[in-house]
Nanobody
Framework: QVQLVESGGGLAQAGGSLRLSCAAS????????MGWFRQAPGKERKFVAI????????TYTDSVKGRFTISRDNAKNTVYLQMNDLKPEDTAVYYC??????????????????WGQGTQVTVSS
């Protein structure tokens, strides 16, 4: 069992930055590919960024490439999402998720075993 707790969401102006963190419980964090997903009101939950178990490989959705960076610290059981140059269309609830033995190609919601409670990110224009 893995518990995920996100933090770092909030309100930002367009062009600003936020850093999300996701702390995981347990001693097997390095066995999980980790992903950040987001869900805007009335829309499906979609992947934003994925990082492999070692942190050596990442995948980003096209709309955030060059602006967002996913990273992880396996010693601290934590995954991060640095979000720069934020845009109003980035407004959503952001979730972190863990996929046991997954990879940087695990972009589908259905592949993930554990989810955090979500953190709201609101970007004003």
């Amino acid at each position: 069992q893995v518990q995920l707790v996100e933090s770092g969401g909030g309100l930002a102006q367009a062009g600003g930055s936020l850093r999300l963190s996701c702390a995981a419980s347990g001693r097997t964090f390095s066995r999980y590919a980790m992903g950040w997903f987001r869900q805007a009101p009335g829309k499906e939950r979609k992947f934003v960024a994925i990082i492999s178990r070692t942190g050596g490989s990442t995948t980003y959705t096209d709309s955030v490439k060059g602006r967002f960076t996913i990273s992880r610290d396996n010693a601290k059981n934590t995954v991060y999402l640095q979000m720069n140059d934020l845009k109003p269309e980035d407004t959503a609830v952001y979730y972190c998720a863990a996929d046991l033995l997954g990879s940087e190609y695990s972009i589908s919601v259905e592949e993930y075993d554990y989810w955090g409670q979500g953190t709201q990110v609101t970007v004003s224009s």
